[in-house]
């Protein structure tokens, strides 16, 4: 029998924070595990105090970004941080880090290399779970944390992936496709074996939007924001891997795209998501009734996702999401 499928949500963190910590209450009340945030702090809220809220007024969510970086935020803060809420949570906080999209493009900066992501992720997993480090030729130790730091890691090619593979506690892939997924955990599998870790240890998330709803085409246009998102990280890989390297699936629907606003980045109604189609919107998201998200959400579960993060973005309607999750579909996986 396959390991329970685990539900979490990733908020934006838009005015008022006050409905940002009474979502998160929400979605502990509902059967979710996790209330994750996109980390981008010049297109939404500094995220970090927003936490500490969230920890305050919940009991057994876990909470983290999805995703932080390594550069906006030096990787010792993101460390001080981690732990300090870890201190205030009760050792409630996960983390998603990866090489920095909107938080860095938004600034006028690039991603991080794969070789100071992996850097930075065994720094701060040692830094905030007390132990001493070496940082840049300094002896470093926050000699007052404590607790454990489960670190996932956003990927999507093959370097990133089997980066994933051998330092992560969990991978986290922004699409829902059970075809895609099944392909890039081939990579995770490959770098745990050349850490000599069990791939099997490795907690798999599939983080995308979803809808309960017999209306299919306002669900389309509600979220098709989001493989328009995806698209900037298959952009980057189309100009660092040969075509050959990468499935034609993720990558042709991007020849029909045009250009990428950030400003409208996570937006419902983005202008510059026209490009996308019904068929990718339909792959990469989970859509209609009941029993339809609770057949996709098996097979992602059968390909080897263990955590479902529903991507919520501004203009969309997280506590709805929240509520119709929690009473037609979370319990189906208990």
Not at 46 to 66: D, H, K, N, Q, Y
Not at 150 to 161: D, E, H, R, S
Not at 275 to 290: A, K
């Amino acid at each position: 029998m396959s390991e329970r499928l685990s539900f979490g949500v990733t908020l934006q963190a838009d005015p008022p924070v006050s409905r940002m910590v009474e979502t998160a209450k929400l979605a502990e009340d509902n059967g979710f595990s996790h209330v994750w945030m996109w980390d981008s702090h010049v297109l939404w809220q500094e995220v970090t105090p927003i936490f500490a809220l969230m920890a305050a007024s919940t009991e057994r969510v876990r909470l983290g970004p999805c995703v932080t970086n390594p550069a906006t935020r030096d990787p010792t803060v993101i460390a001080s941080a981690m732990a300090t809420l870890n201190e205030i949570s009760g050792d409630r906080m996960d983390m998603g880090i990866g090489r920095g999209d909107s938080a860095r493009r938004v600034i006028g900066k690039t991603p991080v290399t794969i070789e100071r992501l992996e850097w930075a992720i065994r720094l701060i997993r040692d830094l905030a779970q007390g132990r001493e480090v070496e940082y840049e030729g300094t002896s470093v130790q926050l000699k007052w944390a404590h607790g454990t730091l489960p670190i996932w890691v956003a990927a999507y090619g093959p370097k990133a992936l089997r980066l994933a593979g051998r330092v992560g506690d969990g991978v986290v892939i922004q699409l829902a496709d059970p075809y895609l997924i099944e392909w890039f955990l081939r990579y995770v599998r490959e770098g745990a074996e050349e850490a000599g870790r069990r791939f099997e240890d490795i907690k798999v998330m599939a983080a995308a939007p979803a809808y309960v709803t017999d209306d299919i085409e306002q669900a389309r246009a509600l979220v098709r924001w989001f493989p328009a998102l995806v698209s900037n990280h298959v952009v980057d890989l189309v100009k660092r891997y040969e075509p050959t390297d990468l499935p034609q699936e993720l990558i042709d629907y991007i020849r029909a795209r045009e250009h990428y606003d950030y400003q409208e980045h996570g937006r419902v109604g983005a202008e510059h998501a026209g490009f996308v189609t019904d068929e990718v919107v339909d792959r990469f998201c989970v859509l209609g009734s009941v029993e339809q998200c609770e057949s996709k959400l098996r097979e992602l579960q059968a390909v080897g996702v263990h955590h479902f993060n529903i991507y919520t973005a501004w203009g969309s309607d997280p506590e709805g999401v929240i509520r119709s999750f929690g009473k037609g579909v979370v319990p189906a996986f208990r």
